[in-house]
């Protein structure tokens, strides 16, 4: 810490004096450093006319301090000088502290919004258009194999590819990595041929080894989220340079999809898990606590982006539930577009059956079904921005009749179940949900609707790492959760049931087994209109044991300047870096030729 954030912290210690009665003793406690470090401080903030320092004569007299600065005037340059010299980390760090005044913060949140956003900058001699956005919290993993966050995965994209793509204009796969994939009549064989002289981001050629590496480790991985890989697949067998066959179990007409996730992204074989290098259409120049920065794949096997670099700044202290894609000069009002997004989303409650409670017992999970009125859920915390579910697909739950619920029904179920007054933790992401309210409001509203009947509901919220952390299964007794599915919503379908950090954490080994049996039927079915069936033969189990209870699809509204371009939202509401580009000017709208 310098002299400058000695004297902030100091005066953060004693707002609103000027002028103050201490001793050296106490100067030393505030400042964390001892009396002799103090005395030296108060004489170089004397050299520089910030304080005035007038020492008390004799044993037991305090002295008296003068503070000649204001705290904002100095907390806010301190701040912008950090910004102005490139220390992004320090900036963020001064903030992180949380020694400041809210109104101090604030000013300082002002002049960080100023320098995000559109900045032309000269790089060895060339023109380079950068695009800075605010994050307002830290990442949790990158690793492909791993990744569970929408954030992350829509950043995991930007750096990696997968074998093939889904097209979910046409609901087929594509070529990407491999340009040409078959199988043996069985489907139980499948053969994918790779794209030659696509290169990793470190120059080396892409090559089947590094495909066959990615599943192994997909399947052995400590930290996968896809070890059940393993269930259906034999053998990988590398058959030259740029070809690589998948032998399976079994028949299995679904496979390709699932080479199309996220999860699947393939990474080299020499990687290791914090090296994050792929192929993808932007590389990581930097990760750390404070800032992460994309910057263009020049050697990108399809179009190169149109932005040279994308910077994310994590801004401590701050929660915002819009994304923006904010440009310097550009007011609130006039000079935005908002899009109501509408997220391939649902939110539930999830009765946890791997700790002991009254959530066992069929008649307390029907008198949750009653408290949880997804109608009044709706009208109380925001209609514009989400609507009840019954279903994880928004268009059966469009078309579904939601039964009134009723606290009479409630208390009636209360009174024959197993319920005896304790308190259930009810855990939660401490984030925002678009513009439809924190999850910390939609718990505290299922609270109160569950106080009234008499069931003590205690709310606790956890970073949003507790999803890879198993305190989450050995401490909640509920939890409410959002999940929001990709573009090819039956490969997401199935992951949500699969992926060792979602739903499946909560499950009992009796209906983990039974959602393992059916969700097997689902990707040995050939047709979509035998998979769609069983959705609905799952969504039926899950209605009828209220395994969870379905409450809202939720909305993400968007905003950004009118003059930022090539802007398409991908299933999780983030804009495809890609394709962005700027045009500077009055704010009209170009014509995207890509």
């Known amino acids: 810490m310098n002299l400058v954030e000695h004297y902030i912290r100091l005066r953060s210690a004693y707002p609103g004096k000027e002028k103050m009665p201490v001793t050296v003793a106490e100067l030393a406690e505030t400042l964390c450093c001892t009396r002799r470090n103090v005395k030296h401080l108060i004489r170089k903030m004397e050299e520089r006319k910030w304080i005035l320092w007038m020492p008390g004569s004799g044993r037991g007299n305090r002295s008296v301090l003068i503070f000649q600065r204001g705290l904002e005037e100095m907390a806010v340059s301190h701040f912008t000088e950090l910004l102005e010299k490139g220390r992004v980390h320090d900036a963020m760090e001064f903030l992180r502290r949380g020694e400041l005044p809210e109104e101090v913060w604030e000013r300082c949140r002002e002049r960080l919004h100023v320098r995000l956003g559109l900045?032309?900058?000269?790089?060895?001699?060339?023109r380079r258009e950068v695009l800075k956005i605010p994050l307002y919290r830290k990442l949790t993993t990158l690793d492909p194999s791993a990744v569970s966050v929408v954030a992350e995965c829509h950043f995991v994209r930007q750096v990696y590819d997968t074998l093939v793509h889904y097209d979910a204009k046409t609901r087929l796969l594509r070529p990407h990595l491999a340009h040409a994939w078959e199988s043996d009549s069985a489907h139980a064989e499948w053969t994918f041929y790779l794209r030659k002289g696509v290169r990793f981001h470190d120059g080396r050629l892409l090559s089947a080894e590094d495909v066959r590496h990615t599943f192994r480790r997909l399947m052995e991985a400590p930290n996968s989220v896809m070890p059940w890989l393993a269930r259906y697949i034999a053998e990988i067998e590398v058959m030259d340079e740029h070809a690589i066959r998948f032998r399976l179990t079994d028949s299995l007409p679904f496979f390709p999809r699932f080479l199309g996730t996220v999860n699947t992204s393939i990474r080299p074989r020499e990687a290791s898990a914090r090296r994050h290098v792929g192929t993808g259409p932007f590389q990581i120049r930097e990760l750390s606590d404070s800032r992460v920065v994309f910057e263009a794949f020049d050697g990108y096997f399809r179009e190169r982006p149109l932005l040279d670099r994308i910077e994310l700044w994590l801004v401590p202290g701050e929660k915002k539930g819009e994304a923006r894609y904010q440009l310097p000069g550009e007011d609130e009002g006039g000079g935005e577009r908002e899009v109501l997004f509408e997220q391939f989303a649902c939110e539930m409650l999830v009765f946890n059956f791997r700790r002991p409670g009254p959530q066992h017992?069929?008649?307390?999970?029907?008198?949750?079904?009653?408290?949880?009125?997804?109608?009044?859920?709706?009208?109380?915390?925001?209609?514009?921005?989400?609507?009840?579910?019954?279903?994880?697909?928004?268009?059966?739950?469009?078309?579904?009749?939601?039964?009134?619920?009723?606290?009479?029904?409630?208390?009636?179920?209360?009174?024959?179940?197993?319920?005896?007054?304790?308190?259930?933790?009810?855990?939660?992401?401490?984030?925002?949900?678009?513009?439809?309210?924190?999850?910390a409001e939609v718990a505290d509203w299922i609270r109160r609707r569950a106080q009234a009947v008499g069931v003590r509901i205690s709310p606790v919220p956890v970073p949003i790492d507790w999803l890879y952390r198993k305190e989450l299964e050995e401490k909640a007794d509920l939890f409410l959760m959002a999940d929001v599915f990709d573009s090819d919503f039956e490969s997401s379908w199935f992951m949500f049931f699969r992926n060792t950090n979602l739903f499946r954490r909560f499950l009992d080994p009796e209906r983990l087994n039974a959602t393992l049996r059916l969700t097997d039927r689902f990707v040995r079915e050939p047709s979509g209109e035998g998979r769609r069936r069983i959705i609905d033969e799952v969504e039926g189990f899950l209605h009828r044991d209220l395994t969870m209870l379905f409450l809202c699809h939720l909305y993400k509204r968007i905003k950004y300047p009118r003059n930022l371009q090539g802007l398409t939202f991908d299933s999780f509401g983030w804009a495809d870096f890609r394709k962005l580009w700027i045009r500077p000017g009055d704010g009209k709208t170009a014509a995207d030729g890509r």
């Open 361 to 439: 017992d069929i008649r307390f999970r029907r008198a949750m079904r009653e408290i949880c009125d997804r109608r009044r859920m709706v009208k109380e915390l925001g209609g514009n921005d989400r609507f009840p579910a019954d279903s994880m697909l928004p268009e059966k739950s469009r078309s579904a009749e939601v039964s009134p619920s009723s606290l009479d029904e409630a208390r009636s179920w209360l009174e024959g179940s197993r319920y005896a007054g304790e308190t259930l933790s009810l855990y939660y992401f401490d984030q925002s949900e678009g513009n439809c309210g924190t999850k």
């Open 119 to 126: 900045q032309v900058e000269q790089a060895d001699n060339r």
